[in-house]
Structures are given as structure tokens and as C-alpha cells.
T-cell receptor, first 114, second 117 residues
Framework: DTAVSQTPKYLVTQMGNDKSIKCEQN?????MYWYKQDSKKFLKIMFS???????INETVPNRFSPKSPDKAHLNLHINSLELGDSAVYFC?????????????FGSGTRLTVV | KNQVEQSPQSLIILEGKNCTLQ??????????LRWYKQDTGRGPVSLTI?????NTKSNGRYTATLDADTKQSSLHITASQLSDSASYIC????????????????FGQGTILTVHP
């Protein structure tokens, strides 16, 4: 199946731990994103990579570090997790220059920090 | 500040009925407007995308309209089905200095639609 796949789907961890979320797309897109959906359901962009190059880096604590080993993968590593990091994190991908094409989202990773 | 506001926050309708969801935005410079459907526990799925020059676009029972002058959009759902129960999110894309709009998305908080049998 062509898709954006994220793992894990659920992640429960204690404050202070370090965790990673993985994302892979097989759509041939050249740009990948990480979005955070908070309790109020707003989706906000965190990072965007184009061909392994960071192109968007919103105001996100530096405890969050994205890594793109190749254009089909964009992983998110979070250090020293805090309660406020609890949210659903969505990976997405698109073509950079396709202004009128949709983004394809993964199904999300629900992170709960206890 | 770029903002997207949707109304109503939630809506309950009976199966088979029509409904219209509203979206007002202040994103500038405007590139395009998208409507997404997000089922519980899933990622958003694109329904329609409209550019400045388009004022209506359909996708099956979903019809989106855009008035770029008043910065308003609506999503009309015809003959609703139980499977239409979801959150509908209006997303507006701004054009950056390079002329592209990737990633410059402003999301509304969504309208939660519940269709009852």
C-alpha cells in the first residue's frame, strides 16, 4: 500500500525519558513534515525536510530533533520528555513544488507522558 | 497573524440530511484552501483543494466553495451517511517569498460532525 506510515501508534512513557517516533513514506514525495495536534485539535507544523534538508523549523524546544536519513524517512527524537509533550504527532509528506496537491498524513502517534 | 476559524464547533444531523460547514480565514498572501476529513484516531485525509481562481469544487457528496474576496469557504455535505461522522478541518496555505506554499499551512480547529441513524 502506498502510504505514510508512523511507528509506534501509541507511546506511553515517563517524564525525563528519551523517545523516538519513526515515519516512512513510499509515495515518492520529496518533502516530509512533522505536525503536533494538541488537546484543542489544532495541528501545528514543527519541522519540514526537503530531500533530507531542513527547510522549516518552527518554534519548537530543542529537545525535539528531527532526523532524515533519506527523503523517504523522517524520524523525530524527543529528549527529556515533559508532561506538556503529550499530544498526537502526525507525519506528512508532499511534493515541494506541487502547490495544489494535497499532503498525505500518517495515522498519528499518540504520545502520553506520565 | 494568520488564522482560520471554523463554525460550528460541532454538529449533529440525521442520516440522509444535508449540512454546511463554514470556514473564515485571515491568511495572507493566500495560496490555496483545503478541506480535510479526520476520522477518530486517524490522520487527516484531503477532500478538496481550491486556489484563488476557483470558487467551487466537488468530490462526490462533498462540495466546497471559496469566496477569496470575503475570505470565506464552506463545505456542503449532501445526503449524509454514518461514515461522514468525523472532524472536518479547513486548512489555508500561504504563499511564501519563493512562491511556494509547502508547509505554510494554517489549520482550523475543525468541526466535529456526528451523523445519527
Amino acid at each position: 500500500d502506498t502510504a505514510v506510515s508512523q511507528t509506534p501508534k501509541y507511546l506511553v512513557t515517563q517524564m525525563g525519558n528519551d523517545k523516538s517516533i519513526k515515519c516512512e513514506q513510499n509515495l515518492g514525495h520529496d518533502t516530509m513534515y512533522w505536525y503536533k495536534q494538541d488537546s484543542k485539535k489544532f495541528l501545528k507544523i514543527m519541522f519540514s525536510y526537503n530531500n533530507k534538508e531542513l527547510i522549516i523549523n518552527e518554534t519548537v524546544p530543542n529537545r525535539f530533533s528531527p532526523k532524515s536519513p533519506d527523503k523517504a524517512h523522517l524520524n523525530l527524537h524527543i529528549n527529556s520528555l515533559e508532561l506538556g509533550d503529550s499530544a498526537v504527532y502526525f507525519c506528512a509528506s508532499s511534493f515541494r513544488t506541487a502547490l495544489n496537491y494535497g499532503y498525505t498524513f500518517g495515522s498519528g502517534t499518540r504520545l502520553t507522558v506520565v | 497573524k494568520n488564522q482560520v476559524e471554523q463554525s460550528p464547533q460541532s454538529l449533529i444531523i440525521l442520516e440522509g440530511k444535508n449540512c454546511t460547514l463554514q470556514c473564515n480565514y485571515t491568511v495572507s498572501p493566500f495560496s490555496n484552501l483545503r478541506w480535510y476529513k479526520q476520522d477518530t484516531g486517524r490522520g487527516p485525509v484531503s477532500l478538496t483543494i481550491m486556489t484563488f481562481s476557483e470558487n467551487t469544487k466537488s468530490n462526490g457528496r462533498y462540495t466546497a466553495t471559496l469566496d477569496a474576496d470575503t475570505k470565506q469557504s464552506s463545505l456542503h455535505i449532501t445526503a449524509s451517511q454514518l461514515s461522514d461522522s468525523a472532524s472536518y478541518i479547513c486548512v489555508v496555505s500561504a504563499r511564501d517569498a519563493g512562491g511556494t506554499s509547502y508547509g505554510k499551512l494554517t489549520f482550523g480547529q475543525g468541526t466535529i460532525l456526528t451523523v445519527h441513524p
